[in-house]
Antibody, heavy 121, light 106 residues
Framework: QLLLHESGPGVVKPSETLSLTCTVSGGSLSVGSNYYWVWLRQPPGKGLQWIGTVFDSETTDYNASLQSRVTISLDSPKNQFSLNLASVTATDTAVYYC????????????WGQGTLVTVSA | EIVLTQSPGTLSLSPGERATLSCRASQNVNSNYLTWYQQKPGQAPSLLIFGASLRATGIPDRFSGSGSGTDFTLTISRLEPEDFAVYFCQQYDKSPLFGQGTRLEI
């Protein structure tokens, strides 16, 4: 059974970079299949926002509203993918989820449990 | 950009009752890419319905989805205690976008 697990600091200072890693266990983070890898977030008590998708080591797609600050990268040998979000402010406080995108139906079919990141001095 | 509006914001019902949740798009959506998720408190969302009407693996048949164009509906025929949660619709046009959610409460 494939499992996703987010890890990283729970608190980040304003203007700094938020960095999270998603580790995939119980299977392969295989490139070139119908599955790709995404980051999403959910501010406390609010709705869901897609941050971006990584397709392979060179191909990504980002939410236009975050594009100038976001980098998502893939480390297939380690079965990990990562999120960097630069110049954070309090509005970036959220639960961050990594998930799998099934690319035929465009659904997020597997999710990590999420990790709360608070932006605070 | 397509906007998804869910209604009602909160739906108060009792176990055994029927729930009807609406997701309206600001422009036509490809129903193949209209998805519903369930989120319980403190948990990640989980896949419920995809392709507007197809139940994900393990989802009981009391859950059904319907609709096309701009109007989509999630129906729970007879509410069980574990169904009280927040439900989100999502579409995938140029990029994924979610509705703001409907909270289904007892």
């Amino acid at each position: 059974q494939l499992l996703l697990h987010e890890s990283g600091p729970g608190v980040v200072k304003p203007s700094e970079t938020l960095s999270l890693t998603c580790t995939v266990s119980g299977g392969s983070l295989s490139v070139g299949s119908n599955y790709y890898w995404v980051w999403l977030r959910q501010p406390p008590g609010k709705g869901l926002q897609w941050i971006g998708t990584v397709f392979d080591s060179e191909t990504t797609d980002y939410n236009a509203s975050l594009q100038s600050r976001v980098t998502i990268s893939l480390d297939s040998p380690k079965n990990q993918f990562s999120l960097n979000l630069a110049s954070v402010t309090a509005t970036d406080t959220a639960v961050y989820y990594c998930a799998r995108l099934e690319y035929r139906s465009f659904v997020f079919d597997l999710w990590g449990q999420g990790t709360l990141v608070t932006v605070s001095a | 950009e397509i906007v998804l509006t869910q209604s009602p914001g909160t739906l108060s019902l009792s176990p055994g009752e029927r729930a009807t949740l609406s997701c309206r798009a600001s422009q036509n959506v490809n129903s193949n890419y209209l998805t519903w998720y369930q989120q319980k408190p403190g948990q990640a969302p989980s896949l419920l319905i995809f392709g507007a009407s197809l139940r994900a693996t393990g989802i009981p048949d009391r859950f059904s989805g319907s609709g096309s164009g701009t109007d989509f509906t999630l129906t729970i025929s007879r509410l069980e205690p574990e169904d009280f949660a927040v439900y989100f619709c999502q579409q995938y046009d140029k990029s994924p976008l979610f509705g703001q959610g409907t909270r289904l409460e007892i």
